[in-house]
């Protein structure tokens, strides 16, 4: 297992992911900041709390499985990485494709949360553990919209290839045909790495740092590192899915940047959810709407 | 000879990125041992807009796993005596410690009070005493940039 | 059937705030039998150090038993002692200390509203009101010389004059905050989202209200006309009378617009003393030893009624003095509210507690066996939301 | 009839003797036997809250010890006074009538040392859990380190 | 889902400098009551000890090198200080005063916050007098 995400970490491509996502986070935070009227933190401060952590003791708490607990950060991360394989990393075409990557991918990034959720549980601490219950109640309120809100682009395209749906989508934005769907799909991507209004499963004024309290050192570094490479991963589907494609690097950054300013937004502006909301707002809203408007094209297909 | 050079050059390389990360990168819990509130607010008010500490890298996490330095306040209490402790050593190394408000350096106006068992030095190791009743939040953040000029000149590993 | 106990310890280690406590509740089946606090984690013994120290001395000692309500501690007592000793502050230091008593609750609330919507996961709201409270502690700094424990108060009189540097300064704070202030009230009023966890939330009935003893904000928030700056005017506030805010649905959102109105008099009531600052001194002389006898000192202190019980037996040290602090009675109306509740209702009520509302994230089962299973706020409340469910 | 003069009224049958200390306040010297009737009373009429419980220790030569209900209606404060010996220092609970008292007295029992029989939850409040027994800290002889 | 009113607030925020003030890099003036170090002028000093009594922790001590020639020595420890001014009202000559400028005092060793005030020739005298003894706390 470290041997292949060794592999993975000196492939270039993946190197570019981990840098690309280190940035990404930075500029999440400083336009959070920003929007807070703060001045928020300096470039190269995830990259510092990466290396402090990396650096750092870490604390292996008693009574737990000591090998589970230590490679479930790197399933985590491995997992993350090698969901970007088929993605159009930077607007360059994936690196490797096969009819049905999509659910693939789709279903390689929601391996972090998972592994959050397991690593929560084998805690054996009360924060953690409820931590681990609301990572894992969130993971199955927002892993299904999200799907579902990628499967109508696929649909429209008609394939589960990721660069067929591609190639269609370049041609026409999606957002404009399928506003749900790219609403559904961009929450449904906060909600899946607990950004503020979505963040029960870590809510610091209510239990702590949730499932990832008694993580230290090593271990939160890997699980930090995932989630930012799962968030490059779900903006770059989604812009190249809805708003119009991905075909060149200089288009990659400035749609994914767009929606990071969009994801932002969002964080300030409202409230965190309680858990009942989240899983009630998704299952009832997201997820409905998602399907609605997957059988409206459904219906239209027919129709055609 | 040569590879023993270039393994030290490397490993001290290696020093170097830590200590810089580790100076960039502070993350923090605070804990009151017995304060009056007032050093607590001030240090509340040292992360938000007119302060903004997150400009150093400074975080302030809930779990004492996460974090690098403890802030306390006040004179610790009887009551509070073990908390403080267990919460010390739940934290990973390496650790630091910063003292705010003159309670918390020598028990201020309590000292002398039945509850109280006296400053925070008094259980814990402590490397930054900021005076001050409370002092103001920039005197909070000129502790902690003194704590980092420390930590930069290798104090303490 | 078996008697089982929860505890739910409250904040141990946050940096917002309050003495830290638990709450423990004993339950019968379902239905909640006794519920109690504990509290002391910040007990210093205050109460007893001032036994032996001088009345100058425990001036200093009384206003930092909190930093949040500094000045109106100081205040109590002040106004107790030179009560006993038989001398009345000049009218300008009573002018003063009101001013500064009403900018302390401006920063109180603006605490509390960014507290609470940290609470709520509302940090952008918990920013800005942050943001927006420097300007009251700047104005407090330039006043006074601490922006917490300002220590403005003498016995006999105040330290600290109203210039026309520090005049200016707050009446241009204080449009500023006003404007800003209205902006909030919009907020807390209108923002579906943050309704969501303050609307129907800890709902307290005013008959509640009154048989608990609830003070301050709370129980003005449930239809209680309490404010002892109206009932029994100390200092100058028979010259400047208020307005008392009074809403009546009890709820999380009630206290929260309660909070912010009291704002909006508050500054009319700034601006009226500072118009008509009497003229004079700022103190008398004070005797070192204070005349024996018994007196009560009661204040609004921006988390409602401070109650100061002050004997002299003629020496330079007092013989006793009590304090009932608002947040005291107010944890106690919480206990004793949950009395009687299903076990699913208490995440509501616990809310109903002043200061923080969902503070109340960790509880821990000791069950009969002897051994400690551990409980969450959350648990708690899912289990609320099934047993609802059940019930329909 | 002002507060105080209704309050004078309610509790005539049990007051043994009573003065105003200050203006708009009023104490009254109860037995403590009649303390639950004169709280009773003072309930049944709808006067006032209670505000604070005090204990007051008049030192050991004195043997005696002071409790002080407040109540406050408005501007009015009134006092119940029950003096207690200090060798045998107990109070009856008031929390059948008015349940939030339960925690001034838990304060006044761990740091006075006043016995309060029938108070609902008799724990510690303030003190710490290794604090020792029988240690009063607000007494006047108290042996504190 | 009324959230333009916070929105509206973002906005601004994104076209305005944040308020953040860059402190240490730039220092913004305090207010000229700030209540910062004490400081004491021994002039003026009658060695009434009015200033000590008052103190609520015990931060300031008189010591008395000579009564008649009215030479004292005040040692100050800002670590115990409360910063509360009551001995600067205290004194009615005027000996005492907050600094407004001296309030970022963090340091590493307490040590450093016990200074002695005092003309030069009476602190040399007293450490000169106490050092041997190993104690400087120990009258
Ligand atoms: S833990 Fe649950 S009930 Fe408590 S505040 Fe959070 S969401 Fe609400
Ligand atoms: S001896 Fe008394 S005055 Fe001095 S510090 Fe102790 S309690 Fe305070
Ligand atoms: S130093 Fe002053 S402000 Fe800080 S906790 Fe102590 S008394 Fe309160
Ligand atoms: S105010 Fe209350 S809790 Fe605080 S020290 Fe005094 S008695 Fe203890
Ligand atoms: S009521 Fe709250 S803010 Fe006021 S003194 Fe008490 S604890 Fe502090
Ligand atoms: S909610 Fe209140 S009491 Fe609870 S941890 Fe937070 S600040 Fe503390
Ligand atoms: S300012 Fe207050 S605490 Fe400091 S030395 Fe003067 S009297 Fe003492
Ligand atoms: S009060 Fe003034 S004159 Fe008297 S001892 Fe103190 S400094 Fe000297």
């Given at each position: ?7 993975l ?20 935070r400083k ?18 709390d ?11 708490p008693?009574?737990v499985?000591?090998r589970?607990?230590?490679?479930l ?8 990485l090698?969901?970007?394989i088929?993605?159009?990393i ?9 009819p ?10 929601s391996l ?27 993971l199955?309120?927002y ?5 579902l809100?990628?499967l ?5 395209a ?13 041609s ?5 045909t399928?506003?749900?769907?790219f ?7 906060m909600g ?19 499932a990832?309290?008694e ?31 991905i ?14 300013l969009?994801v ?15 899983v ?5 809203y ?19 | 000879m ?40 001030e ?7 007119y ?5 150093f890298?400074?975080k ?17 209490t ?8 267990r ?14 408000g003159?309670c ?6 309590f000292?002398g009070?039945?509850?109280?068992v ?16 409370p ?16 930590l930069q000149?290798?104090?303490?590993p | ?15 917002a ?11 019968d089946?379902?239905?909640?039998t ?10 210093r ?8 120290r ?6 200093y ?11 109106i501690?100081?205040?109590?007592y002040?106004l ?6 038989g001398?009345t502050?000049?009218p ?8 500064v ?11 509390w509203?960014?507290?609470?919507a ?17 300007t ?15 220590s ?16 200016e ?45 609830v ?9 209680v006309r ?22 009546t ?7 929260f617009?309660?909070?912010?109105k ?9 601006r ?5 600052l ?13 005349a ?15 109650f ?5 037996d ?15 009675s ?22 109903g ?6 503070c ?6 000791v069950?009969?066996?002897?051994e ?21 | ?13 049990w ?9 708009n ?14 709280v009773?009373?003072?309930d049944?009429?709808g ?11 008049h030192g ?6 002071e409790v002080l209900?407040h109540?406050c209606r ?43 029989y029938?108070?609902p939850?008799?724990?510690r ?15 006047k ?5 | ?22 402190y ?11 209540r910062g ?17 008052d ?5 300031i ?29 205290n ?10 400028e ?14 002695t005030?005092?003309?030069e ?16 706390a120990?009258?």
């Amino acid at each position: 297992m470290l041997a292949s995400l060794f592999a993975l970490l000196i492939f270039p491509a993946g190197l570019f992911v981990l840098v690309n996502g280190l940035a990404y986070h930075w500029i999440d935070r400083k336009l959070v900041a920003r929007l807070q009227n703060r001045v928020g933190p300096r470039w190269f401060q995830p990259a510092a709390d990466m290396v402090k952590l990396l650096a750092n003791e870490e604390v292996l708490p008693t009574g737990v499985d000591a090998r589970l607990f230590t490679a479930l950060p790197v399933v985590a991360l491995a997992g993350a990485l090698a969901a970007m394989i088929y993605l159009p990393i930077a607007g360059l075409p994936p690196l490797y494709n096969f009819p049905g990557d999509l659910i693939v991918a789709v279903y390689l990034l929601s391996l972090l949360t998972l592994c959050t959720g397991l690593a929560g549980a084998i805690s054996k601490d009360r924060f953690s553990i409820i931590g681990a219950t609301r990572a894992l109640t969130q993971l199955f309120s927002y892993e299904a919209p999200f799907l579902l809100a990628l499967l109508g682009p696929a649909f429209a395209a008609g394939s589960w290839q990721i660069n067929e749906i591609m190639a269609y989508t370049s041609s026409q934005w999606l957002i404009l045909t399928q506003p749900v769907g790219f609403v559904v799909a961009l929450i449904g991507l906060m909600g899946k790495l607990e950004m503020a209004p979505f963040d029960t499963p870590e809510a610091e004024t209510e239990i702590v740092a949730g499932a990832m309290t008694e993580y230290s050192g090593r271990g939160l570094a890997l699980f930090l590192l995932g989630r930012e490479v799962e968030l490059v991963g779900g903006l770059t589907l989604i812009a190249a899915f809805y708003l119009g494609g991905i075909n060149n690097p200089f288009d990659y950054a400035l749609k994914t940047l767009v929606l990071l300013l969009g994801v932002a937004g969002v964080q300030t502006l409202m409230t965190r959810l309680r858990i009942d909301q989240v899983v009630g707002l998704w299952w009832r809203y997201g997820a409905l709407l998602a399907l609605g408007q997957w059988l409206l094209l459904l219906g239209q297909r027919m129709g055609t | 000879m040569d590879t023993f050079l270039k393994e030290g050059r490397w490993s001290q390389a290696l020093e170097q990125i830590k200590l810089w990360a580790r100076l960039n990168s502070p993350w923090v819990i605070h804990f009151n041992s017995g304060s009056c509130n007032g050093c607590d607010i001030e240090i509340l008010a040292t992360l938000t807009p007119y302060y903004d500490v997150e400009r150093f890298g400074i975080k302030l996490r809930g779990s004492p796993r996460h974090a690098d330095v403890l802030i306390c306040t006040g004179p610790v209490t009887r009551q509070a005596r073990d908390r403080l402790r267990r919460i010390y050593e739940q934290m990973p190394d390496p650790k630091f410690v910063i003292a705010v408000g003159s309670c918390a350096l020598s028990g201020g106006v309590f000292d002398g009070c039945y509850n109280v068992v006296g400053p925070i030095d008094a259980v814990i190791p402590v490397d930054v005493y900021v005076p001050g009743c409370p002092p103001r939040p920039e005197a909070i953040i000129d502790g902690v940039v003194q704590l980092l000029g420390k930590l930069q000149q290798g104090a303490r590993p | 059937m078996s008697k089982e106990q929860f505890t739910i310890p409250i904040g141990p280690q946050h940096p917002a705030l309050k003495e830290p406590g638990h709450f423990t509740l004993t339950v019968d089946g379902e239905v909640v039998t006794g519920a109690s606090v504990r509290l002391g984690y910040a007990h210093r013994g205050i109460e007893k150090a001032v036994e032996s120290r001088n009345w100058v001395q425990d001036l200093y000692l009384l206003e930092r038993i909190c930093g949040i309500c500094s000045h109106i501690h100081a205040t109590a007592y002040c106004l107790g002692v030179e009560k006993l000793a038989g001398v009345t502050a000049p009218p300008r230091a009573q002018a003063i200390r009101v001013l500064v008593a009403e900018l302390e609750r401006i920063h109180s609330h603006l605490l509390w509203l960014g507290v609470a919507a940290h609470q709520a996961g509302f940090d952008t709201l918990f920013m800005y009101s942050w943001r927006d409270r420097e300007t009251v502690m700047e104005v407090l700094e330039q006043l006074t010389g601490n922006r917490v424990n300002y220590s403005a108060n003498l016995l006999g009189g105040v330290k600290f004059d109203v210039d026309t540097r520090v005049l200016e300064t707050i009446l241009s704070g204080l449009d500023f905050l006003e404007t800003r202030t209205h902006h909030y009230l919009d907020i807390v009023s209108g923002d579906r989202i943050f309704l969501q966890r303050t609307r129907g939330i800890g709902m307290m009935t005013s008959e509640q209200a009154e048989r608990l003893g609830v003070t301050g904000p709370t129980a003005r928030a449930s239809g209680v006309r309490r404010d002892i700056r109206v009932d029994a005017p100390y200092a100058a506030y028979d010259r400047y009378p208020i307005q008392v805010v009074v809403e009546t649905t009890g709820d999380l959102e009630a206290r929260f617009i309660v909070r912010l109105k009291e704002l909006l008099e508050t500054y009319h009531l700034i601006r009226t003393l500072l118009d008509g600052l009497p003229e004079g001194d700022l103190k008398t002389r004070m005797p070192r030893r204070i005349a024996a006898g018994e007196t009560i000192s009661r204040v609004e202190a921006p988390r409602g009624e401070l109650f100061y019980f002050i004997k002299s037996d003629g020496g330079d040290q007092p013989a006793r003095i009590k304090v009932r602090t608002p947040t005291l009675s107010n944890m106690a109306s919480v206990t004793q509210l949950a009395v009687g509740h299903q076990l699913a209702d208490m995440p509501m009520l616990l809310t109903g507690i002043d200061p923080c509302f969902s503070c109340n994230d960790r509880l821990t089962t000791v069950q009969t066996s002897g051994e400690s299973e551990t409980w969450t706020w959350e648990k708690l409340r899912q289990y609320g939301i099934a047993s609802y469910r059940e019930r329909g | 009839m002002n507060a105080l003069e209704q309050a004078q009224d309610i509790l005539a049958a049990w007051v043994q003797a009573w003065h105003t200390p200050e203006d708009n306040r009023f104490d009254a010297q109860v037995a403590p036997a009649d303390l639950i009737s004169t709280v009773q009373a003072l309930d049944d009429h709808g006067w006032g809250y209670l505000v604070a419980i005090t204990g007051l220790d008049h030192g050991a030569e004195a043997g005696e010890m002071e409790v002080l209900y407040h109540f406050c209606r408005g501007a009015a404060v009134l006092t119940l006074r029950v003096a207690i010996a200090r060798g045998q220092a107990a109070v009856p609970s008031v929390c059948a009538i008015i349940p939030y008292a339960s925690v001034f007295e838990r304060e006044l029992a761990e740091m006075l040392g006043v016995e309060v029989y029938g108070t609902p939850d008799p724990s510690r409040l303030f003190l710490p859990d290794d604090w020792p027994e029988a240690v009063y800290p607000l007494r006047k002889d108290a042996e504190l380190d | 889902m009324k959230i333009e009113t916070m929105l509206r607030d973002i906005i601004q925020s994104l076209f305005h400098k944040p308020v953040t003030e860059l402190y240490p890099a730039q220092r913004q003036p305090t207010p000229q009551r700030l209540r910062g170090k004490l400081r004491w002028n021994p002039e003026k000093c009658t060695g009434c000890c009015l200033c000590v009594k008052d103190c609520p922790c015990s931060a300031i001590e008189l010591i008395t090198i000579d009564k008649d020639n009215k030479r004292f020595v005040m040692r100050y420890d800002a670590g115990r200080c409360t910063f509360c001014a009551q001995c600067v009202q205290n004194c009615r000559f005027n000996c005492l005063e907050m600094s407004s400028e001296d309030w970022e005092l963090a340091a590493m060793d307490k040590a450093l916050f016990t200074v002695t005030y005092g003309r030069e020739e009476d602190v040399q005298s007293l450490l000169g007098c106490v050092a041997p003894t190993g104690d400087p706390a120990g009258e």
